[in-house]
């Protein structure tokens, strides 16, 4: 791309408080507002699927993605009031392939895809967005005020979620924010600063940097800051032993267990795991659920069953889960009350998969909570 020339000009209107605030500063009377500047951005010059353009505000960002990325240069959706966030995605998206994009930047929560845009946190409507701009035809998607009107632990983490994604479906992807601490976590393949006219280029792609969790043993009663998140319902068994882990010191994802009897053998299973939404996207639940299964491993077999296609898909992948049911329409799973008390079955017509965890088992551990 060849060097841009950028000149705004805009008319001063020389009122008696203009004329006032130039005497006060000895500042030069002017018929015009003029600034100019030029920006070179080599983009051509190498492959790339995310950019950055990165500075404080009124360095001129918003003004040179206009100039360069012009109708590509995406400031907002217009949003149903009551239809829920699928029905604004194109007519030509089957719900596979939104649900699928919305999961992977990080939006995993099918309740939540059922609200209007409006009753969604910032940290739900940022990720929307982001899916729904990735999901139209251009060759370059440029967000402006990326990541501005959000938590910055959640800005971080959303960034890991959307890089992955687009670099997946082989995308380019430009922000443009006034942060620079999610660099690390968006990982872009070339960096712009307009206030210091430095483009750079970074060739080799960069670990994010670890996200550390504390995991307790928690009370059933935590889950209800989590059970409307979960794809399937928010009832939970009166025996379930619950965990939590903690980002920061903040809530982040849980995990509860419960006692499998069987005639021939018994065993353990994962009863409910739910990640908060503004923290889904960068592993958390599926490290806590591993966590947790290494844990009971120590005593008994522990298996799993889900229907959501996020953590199928993950565990089909993984070394420490093995399945034992591909997935399908499975004929009954028993559903819980909140007083533990059996309801009708809960999968009947779902599509399920069961997997066993074979991964390390934590002995240590199983014995500082006190499960052996």
């Not at 791309?1 to 130039?22: A, F, G």
């Not at 009663?221 to 903690?246: P, T």
Request: glycine share 6%; net charge positive; proline share 5%.
């Amino acid at each position: 791309m060849p060097i841009v020339d950028i000149i705004r000009e805009s008319q001063v209107i020389r009122s008696p408080r203009v004329i006032q605030l130039e005497g006060m500063f000895g500042i030069p009377a002017e018929k015009t507002s003029r600034v100019a500047w030029s920006a070179n951005l080599p983009l051509e010059q190498f492959a790339w699927n995310i950019g950055l353009i990165v500075g404080p505000s009124g360095c001129g960002k918003t003004t040179l993605a206009r100039e360069l990325f012009k109708n590509d240069l995406i400031d907002g959706f217009e949003w149903f009031q009551k239809k829920s966030i699928i029905d604004a995605f194109p007519r030509e998206m089957g719900m596979k392939e939104i649900a699928a994009l919305l999961s992977s930047v990080g939006f995993s929560s099918p309740p939540g895809w059922l609200k209007p845009y409006h009753v969604l946190s910032n940290g739900e409507q940022f990720r929307v967005t982001i899916a729904r701009a990735l999901a139209e035809p251009s060759d370059i998607v440029a967000i402006d005020e990326y990541s501005s009107v959000v938590d910055r632990t959640v800005a971080q983490i959303s960034s890991c979620a959307i890089a992955k994604t687009v670099r997946k479906r082989k995308q380019k992807f430009i922000a443009i924010t006034c942060h620079y601490d999610i660099i690390n976590w968006l990982d872009p393949d070339w960096i712009y600063q307009p206030a210091t006219d430095d483009f750079q280029w970074r060739c080799e792609r960069q670990s994010r940097p670890p996200i550390s969790l504390e995991i307790i043993n928690v009370h059933r009663s935590a889950w209800e800051l989590f059970r409307k998140h979960h794809y399937l319902d928010g009832s939970i068994h009166k025996s379930a032993n619950c965990f939590m882990a903690l980002v920061e010191g903040q809530p982040a994802a849980f995990t509860a267990v419960i006692h499998f009897p069987h005639k021939t053998a018994s065993s353990f299973r994962e009863h409910r795991t739910v990640c908060l939404p503004d923290f889904q996207g960068a592993g958390i639940g599926h490290a806590l659920s591993e966590y947790v299964a290494s844990l009971y491993a120590c005593k008994k077999k522990y298996s799993s069953v889900t229907g959501h296609p996020a953590m199928i898909y993950h565990r089909a992948k993984s070394r420490l889960w093995k399945l034992i049911r591909k997935p399908s329409s499975a004929n009954r799973q028993d559903g819980f009350d909140r007083e533990g008390k059996h309801r009708k079955a809960s999968s009947h017509g779902r599509i399920t998969a069961s997997f066993r965890y074979i991964g390390p088992k934590r002995m240590k551990e199983a014995k500082r909570f006190g499960l052996i």
